[in-house]
């Protein structure tokens, strides 16, 4: 098995992590294999903000928990608490991938998230792609993290992908065999 194919088959969600801040390095690396994604017609439809600092995300992680705790998903807000009670799972990286509205291309932002995961593992990080930063991002203080985060005008949150040292390696899903189908 060749080096990319180990690093997907290996590659798992980390849902904890030690708080570390990767080196400086890592993240350039990272940060330009998410602009290195392919895109429809070349349209490289998004932006990468890496926050790099875990101040940032530890306010987006209270804030999001407490937009869940007063009036958003109370199913999805015992399970952060049964999962330690920190949303972003104590990660101290967070790369925001950002999109146009006007230009929706799911499918190009879900490729600049694998390609971050997949380097983040590459490079002995654990990462975990979520949405869930979209919680505070839409909560009643929004726009506030919006501007602090420095979103450019014309682009909104699309996705991220959290990254740091795992607190312990995880393993990765069993893969369903049964899911691939061949036609000859």
Same mark, same amino acid.
């Given at each position: 098995? @060749?080096?990319?194919?180990?690093?997907?088959?290996?590659?798992?969600?980390?849902?904890?992590?030690?708080?570390?801040?990767?080196?400086?390095?890592?993240?350039?690396?990272?940060?330009?294999?998410?602009?290195?994604?392919?895109? $429809?017609?070349?349209?490289?439809?998004?932006?990468?903000?890496?926050? @790099?600092?875990?101040?940032?995300? *530890?306010?987006? *992680?209270?804030? $999001?928990?407490?937009?869940?705790?007063? $009036?958003?998903?109370?199913?999805?807000?015992?399970?952060?608490?049964?999962? /330690?009670?920190? %949303?972003?799972?104590?990660?101290?990286?967070?790369?925001?991938?950002?999109?146009?509205?006007?230009?929706?291309?799911?499918?190009?932002?879900?490729?600049?998230?694998?390609?971050?995961?997949?380097?983040?593992?590459? %490079?002995?990080? /654990?990462?975990?792609?979520?949405?869930?930063?979209?919680?505070?991002?839409? /909560?009643? @203080?929004?726009?506030? !993290?919006?501007?602090? %985060?420095?979103?450019?005008?014309? !682009?909104?949150? /699309?996705?991220?992908?959290?990254? $740091?040292?795992?607190?312990?390696?995880?393993?990765?899903?069993?893969?369903?065999?049964?899911?691939?189908? !061949?036609?000859?």
């Amino acid at each position: 098995m @060749n080096e990319t194919l180990r690093v997907i088959a290996g590659r798992y969600s980390c849902r904890n992590y030690d708080g570390r801040m990767p080196e400086r390095e890592k993240l350039e690396a990272i940060a330009l294999a998410a602009v290195q994604s392919p895109s $429809g017609m070349n349209r490289q439809p998004w932006r990468i903000i890496v926050v @790099n600092n875990k101040a940032p995300v *530890d306010e987006l *992680d209270a804030e $999001g928990m407490d937009v869940l705790k007063n $009036g958003g998903d109370s199913a999805y807000y015992d399970l952060i608490l049964k999962r /330690g009670g920190k %949303l972003f799972y104590n990660a101290p990286c967070m790369f925001l991938i950002l999109k146009q509205p006007e230009n929706n291309r799911e499918t190009d932002i879900g490729i600049v998230s694998e390609n971050i995961a997949l380097a983040a593992a590459s %490079l002995g990080l /654990g990462s975990v792609i979520a949405a869930s930063p979209s919680i505070p991002l839409k /909560g009643p @203080n929004g726009e506030r !993290f919006r501007q602090k %985060l420095k979103f450019p005008d014309g !682009f909104e949150f /699309g996705l991220s992908v959290l990254a $740091g040292y795992a607190v312990k390696e995880g393993k990765p899903h069993q893969p369903d065999l049964s899911k691939i189908q !061949f036609i000859e």
